[in-house]
């Protein structure tokens, strides 16, 4: 995230087309496609359907859709101790820093339109996913999307409510899907345990009329339709060099970065965000040279590497001028991809002579990933998993009570399963 320095003074040494059986409806016109927030009727639990109704929560970590709501925003944000640790003073420190980062951040969303667009594409995604699989599971459907934002509205306690105003406290299925398509403690883990959190207060240990059942999409680097659709926006982008130095363009693929102190703890994100890169590289037949890099590093303290910025401004300083930038663990737009991208490293490398430094557009409403996340979700509802095997161990270093306990809530939600994994 665009937080550069945000806590520098607390941490000064801190293949082919798709070929799943997934029905597409037809692309919808430029004016409907202007329309993401689309009002949903409620879905109550007593409508016809074999098991259906399926509520499908998108969790993201959100972004303020107004510069007003950056406060709020960076105030949740750094409240979190999975993402940023802060230790025993996280209650104080973090309104502290949220406080004084505020204005500049303000100043960032307003260069990007005035807020990010996560909401807008996330609401998108989810209902048109939905319609897909209605039309694929009819068995569970009618499915009806939610999104549960960590930081920002729509929370996740208000996403909890509106699951029970609509029915589904009452031994409904609702499925967490995880929009982090490579796992993290410090994106998905915070998530469920925000999750967890909330269930716990909102339905109680034993809830009445059997509570919410939910089962988790915790994790999905290699599916194929996800490659796919990185692999089509890379080749538009490829194609706009010419014919003559295509092949010579470097692919940047760019990830948000991880504090080594959660590296070390054993957390598989940069094993799972690099196995997405592999698959995304033999797709394409790796028809270029490629790296991985690592952006939005905070403070001083060690950050898994290499930067972003730095790869990007020592490749042009060294004459490759032609590289591509490609945000390989983001899903949509947001201002990691339109600020800290665009207007700070490209902008930096086209003024050191870099001008055809460029980046590959976002997934957004890309109609190929939107049947990924159908397919995904198809294939999940089908499984009978209530989760991956993978979210059942912890972190080798993990001394965390809360992951544990929100492990065992998922692992055994709907049936007996196998003991977490101490």
């Known amino acids: 995230m665009a937080l550069r320095s945000s806590i520098a003074r607390l ?7 798709l070929k799943h059986t997934i029905l597409t409806p037809p692309w919808l016109a430029n004016s409907q496609a202007r329309s993401m927030a689309t009002v949903v009727p409620p879905v109550m639990q007593d409508s016809t359907s074999r098991s259906g109704p399926t509520a499908m929560v998108f969790m993201n970590m959100g972004g303020p859709s107004t510069v007003a709501d950056v406060g709020p925003f960076l105030s949740r944000l750094f409240a979190d101790a999975d993402l940023i640790p802060l230790g025993r003073l996280q209650s104080y420190l973090g309104p502290l820093i949220s406080r004084r980062r505020t204005p500049k951040i303000q100043n960032q969303y307003a260069a990007i339109g005035g807020g990010s ?3 807008k594409w996330s609401e998108y995604q989810s209902l048109e996913m939905c319609k897909l699989l209605d039309a694929r ?6 499915h009806k999307p939610y999104v549960a934002f960590r930081y920002a509205d729509p929370l996740t306690e208000e996403m909890y409510q509106r699951l029970l105003d609509d029915g589904f406290g009452k031994s409904g299925r609702a499925v967490a899907f995880t929009q982090y398509p490579q796992y993290s403690c410090s994106t998905t883990g915070s998530s469920l345990n925000e999750l967890w959190k909330w269930r716990t207060r909102l339905e109680g240990k034993e809830p009445e009329g059997g509570g919410v059942k939910w089962s988790v999409i915790d994790r999905w680097p290699v599916h194929p339709g996800l490659i796919e659709a990185f692999a089509k926006n890379i080749e538009d982008q490829l194609a706009t060099y010419r014919a003559e130095v295509r092949k010579d363009v470097v692919l940047l693929f760019s990830a948000h970065s991880l504090p080594m102190s959660v590296v070390n703890r054993g957390d598989t994100y940069p094993a799972e965000v690099s196995a997405t890169v592999y698959a995304v590289m033999q797709r394409l037949g790796f028809s270029n040279p490629y790296r991985l890099c ?3 590093q905070v403070g001083p303290s060690a950050w898994l590497g290499a930067q972003t910025q730095d790869t990007v401004m020592s490749y042009v300083k060294k004459g490759h001028t032609d590289l591509v930038l ?8 947001h201002i990691e991809t339109l600020y800290e991208l665009d207007q700070e490293v490209i902008h930096e490398a086209h003024k050191e002579g870099g001008t055809g430094v460029k980046r590959a557009e976002s997934l957004n409403g890309s109609q190929v990933f939107i049947e990924a996340l159908a397919d995904v979700a198809a294939k999940h509802l089908s499984s009978g998993e209530t989760c991956s095997r993978q979210m059942g161990i912890r972190c080798q270093g993990c001394k965390s009570e809360r992951c544990l306990e929100q492990k065992r809530f998922f692992m055994n939600t709907q049936r007996d399963v196998e003991e977490v994994i101490r």
């Not at 941490?11 to 087309?17: G, L, V």
């Open 11 to 17: 941490h000064r040494p801190s293949t082919s087309s």
């Open 326 to 333: 490609i945000p390989i663990a983001f899903t949509s737009d």
């Open 294 to 296: 690592w952006q939005s």
């Open 117 to 119: 667009p996560i909401r």
């Open 137 to 142: 599971c009819p068995e569970s459907a009618p």
